[in-house]
Every structure is written in structure tokens, then in C-alpha cells.
């Protein structure tokens, strides 16, 4: 099998110094990647991604406990597909001192109180986010078909106690975990409450997504 004979202090036609070989000629205006070099010269490489990426959050939300109900609600785009990668909720109320949760996929609420948080971005040059996230103060009961695939038990602290609340963290960033992931509007996931008379109570929350085309 013969190879091409190059110079001994040549490169192969396109993997010129300081660039990377795109598969098309280099050198010709348009074609032509250049490599970014940390200050030693070393190849820099990062693990940092280009997608899209928002925080949703609140505190001091009404913990609505009268009746089952949904707490908060994460619903799909219709131009993008949402990967949710973090939810963390927390709580306290007067008397019980725990509230078990649910997390599973359904249609969007019925009925209640809805409140949609605002996304942050992660880099102000991202677009504007497309998913939405409620939050519910009033009574939702959850939506048409909901499928529980996660049940936890979250530990709630009193006001007036000297207590540290336990919040409950699902984090699909870990383990080479999948993320939850949305595909349009009819794709929603839920987060229901099963403990009733918590008490005058309040919670908090955030959750993390990336959008993309995929």
C-alpha cells in the first residue's frame, strides 16, 4: 500500500498548525477552524455545553395542604425540546413535620391556582426560554393519565423550632443519569402532594432545564 510522501517537516494537506481539518480544503476563506490554546500551548478543551440552559425559582410560596394537590408543574415547548435536569423543593409548616411527594408525568393541572416563574438564564446571550414552570398556591388536582415514577418524603421544619428543613433534591445531573425530558406542550411533569393539614405553611423551589432542537 503506498502513502503520500511528505516532507519530513510537513503536515498532511489540511491539518495546518494551529487549526483542525474540517473535512473540507483549508485554507480558503470560510473553511479554515482555528484551534484555541491554553497559555501553556496545550489544547484547551472544556466540558461546558452550548445549550441553552434556565433556572426557575421561588420562596415564601403558600403550601397549599387542604387537599391533595399539585405543587408544581414543569410543561413541554412547542418549539423545543426541554431536558429537565434538577428540581429542588423545600418547605415548612405548623404542625406535621413531613409531606410525601410524587413526581410523574400527566397532562397540565386541572382547576387550581397557577403561577409561572420566570426563567434565568444561565448566559444572557441564550435565547428567551420556551418551557414553562407553575408553581400552585390554590387546589390542582393532578392532570388527565398521571403516572408516578418517583416518591419521596420531604422533612419540614416548623417555624419556631430549631430545626434545619430537609429539602427533597432530584438531580438528573449524576450517575450518567438521563434527564426528565419534554416534548411539546402535552408533555408535562407534575409534582403532587399527598399529605394533608400541614398547617399554615409555605415552600420554595428550583428547577433546571436546557433547551434544544433535538
Known sequence: MAFPNYQSNALPPGLL???INTGVQSGVAGNVVPCQLDPTGRLLVTEEHTKPTFRYCAVTQTFYST???VLLEIIGSATKT????????WGQCATKF????TLGRAT?????TPAALTAGKMDLNDAAASATVNIYTGAAASGTGFAAFDARIMGIAP???SMIA???????????DKPLILRGTGDVIEIFNNTLTLGAGTFGCMVETEEDNS
Open 108 to 112: 397540565a393541572a386541572s382547576a387550581g
Open 166 to 176: 430537609q429539602p427533597v433534591i432530584w438531580d438528573f445531573c449524576i450517575n450518567n
Open 67 to 69: 387537599a391533595a394537590a
Open 17 to 19: 498548525l494551529g487549526e
Open 98 to 101: 413531613f409531606a410525601e411527594l
Open 159 to 161: 417555624p419556631a423550632a
Open 82 to 89: 426541554i431536558r429537565v435536569k434538577k428540581i429542588l423543593l
